[in-house]
Structure formats: C-alpha cells, structure tokens
C-alpha cells in the first residue's frame, strides 16, 4: 500500500513538473511571438515611412518643376494650300519642362511636336500634322554654338520624312518656325541632309 502511495505520489510530482514546463514553454512562445509581431509591426511602420517619404518626395520634385508656354506648329492647307508653306502654319500653345539651357527646351519641344497631338478644340479647317509618334521619327542631337547655329539630328528609319514636295516643305517650315522662336537661335542646320528630300 505505501509502495502505491509514493509511486502515485511520483507520477503525480512528474505531472505537476511537465504542467510547469508546459506552462512556462507557452509563455516562452508567447513572447516570442509577441517579439516577433512587434518586430514585423516595426518593419512595415519603417515601408510605410519610407513610402510616404517617396511619395513626398515625388510630388515635391514635381512641384519644383517649371514650365515654359511654347508655340509648335502645325499645318492648315485651307491657309495655303501648298503654295509658300510658312503662310499655313498655325502655332499652337503647349508647356515644357523650363531649363537654364535653352538646349534643352529646344529638344523638349521638338519632341512634342514630333508626337503630333492635335487636340478637338484645336481643329479647324484642314489643320494636320505631317508627322506621329507611330512614325518612328526622333530626334537624336541638338547643339547650339555661340553664334547661335542650331544643329538638329534626326532619326528616320521608316523615311517619314520623305515624301512629296508639299510634305517635306511644311514639316521644314514647322521646324524652321518652332526653333526660331527661341532668340538665341539665328541659323538652323538639320542632319542628315537628305532627311527632307522630296
């Protein structure tokens, strides 16, 4: 009888020792776990941060942006019919990144021609453009010395801007006309030279 009473006290010790090791291994993983999400909680508080910063950051360079009103210029045959080019050109008014390099405006404002939008409000009579962004024509060097000679080269793997005699006379009088609204410009020089042949 008493041999039962210690081995049923010993399993009973043994008992009590596993529900105190069980216990205290919860509370470890407990801890653990709490550790572990604050940690995670901190590290998606720091993404967060950093996103927002970006995000600052974005609309702050953006709102240090300046811009220029610009005139580009497109083409009504109703205005002149292909006859002296330059008397159909109409100028139309659109904003460019504004540079300390007239160079840089100069491309900018190239290369929105180039895109050839045209907006509704805009249309009128037989206004077009001669040339897309679909077109595949870019724009790849411009210079501009002291003596203010412009040096424009373009790109033109499709031969865009070959054509009839009316075609390349107005998108030469385009360009001649966007350029030369820039002061600093008094010559304009445009490579390759059989880019606008007829």
Known sequence: MKKLIVVGVFFVVIAIAILINGAKFVEED????????????????????????????????????????????????????CNIYKDGLVALKREVPDSDDVVDVIKSTINLWLEGEITEDETSGELSAELSADDGVKLTDASLDEGGVL??????????????????????????????????VKTLNIFPKDIFDA
């Open 30 to 81: 407990n801890e653990s776990r709490s550790e572990q999400g604050l940690e995670d909680m901190n590290e998606l508080e720091k993404m967060e941060d950093t996103k927002n910063g970006q995000d600052t950051q974005e609309v702050t360079d953006k709102q240090d942006i300046k811009y220029r009103t610009v005139d580009i210029y497109y083409y009504d045959l109703q205005k002149d019919n």
């Open 151 to 184: 040096i424009l080269t373009f790109s033109d793997p499709d031969y865009k801007t070959n054509g009839g005699s009316c075609h390349v006379g107005v998108i030469a009088a385009e360009i001649d006309a966007i350029v030369k609204q820039f002061a600093e």
